[in-house]
């Protein structure tokens, strides 16, 4: 069975700092591991994901996700963030085992203060 | 390339009604899923067809039902509504494989009174 954890509800930066949106996951076999991102009253918008290979993986927006096979973490990373940046941030996975469905976070939302 | 389109965008109905919702997908994407995001729930799968096929289904009781066309596109169906079952139906659609981003529509906004 899949699962998701985004153990922060709410993340807080300031314009300009680094941001971390935390995301760990189970899954039986090899994962894919994806982060979306939700404006409101929109659905959700892709920004990465992680097949295979390098484990630092870079998305829309300056976005970028390091995946730890070890931790079994993916966590999304943006070096300077904007205030633009604010919304819903839900991470998801995905593997052969259960095919056809992603199971998702329940999401965090991310305030960027100017 | 024109994105998920899903119809209507609001709906309000009793309890008791049943409802059906719309999903058109990318053309071109086989695999249409759905979602309920509800605040307290977040994101809960409901099921995914594959090329006319339920491929997999969420824990959802059988009120809850879908069918997929020959054109991909999509309906969900939703009987004997309860108050519970407010909530945002997102529906996305995907190429074939694990692998594959979803592409979401804006979603249908349920409120059952």
Not at chain 1, 5 to 12: C, L
Request: proline share 4%; glycine share 10%; aromatic share 12%.
């Amino acid at each position: 069975a899949q699962s998701v954890a985004q153990p922060e509800d709410q993340v807080n930066v300031a314009e300009g700092n680094p941001l971390t949106v935390k995301c760990t996951y189970s899954v039986s076999g090899n994962p894919y591991l994806f982060w979306y991102v939700q404006y409101p009253n929109r659905g959700l918008q892709f920004l990465l994901k992680y097949i295979t290979g390098d484990n630092l993986v870079k998305g829309s927006y300056g976005f970028e996700a390091e995946f730890n096979k070890s931790q079994t973490s993916f966590h999304l990373k943006k070096p300077s963030a904007l205030v633009s940046d604010s919304a819903l941030y839900f991470c998801a996975v995905r593997d052969h085992a259960d095919a056809g469905k992603s199971t998702f976070g329940d999401g965090t939302t991310l305030t960027v203060k100017p | 390339k024109a994105g998920v389109t899903q119809t209507p965008r609001y709906l309000i109905k009793t309890r008791g009604q049943q409802v059906t919702l719309s999903c058109s997908p990318i053309s071109g994407h086989r695999s249409v899923s759905w979602y309920q995001q509800t605040p307290g729930q977040g994101l809960q799968f409901l099921f995914e067809y594959f090329s006319e096929t339920q491929r997999n289904k969420g824990n959802f009781p059988g009120r809850f039902s879908g069918r997929q066309f020959s054109n991909s596109r999509s309906e969900m169906n939703v009987s004997t509504l309860e108050l519970g079952d407010s909530a945002l139906y997102l529906c996305a659609s995907s190429l074939e494989g694990e692998n594959e981003k979803l592409f979401f529509g804006s979603g249908t906004q349920l409120s059952v009174l």
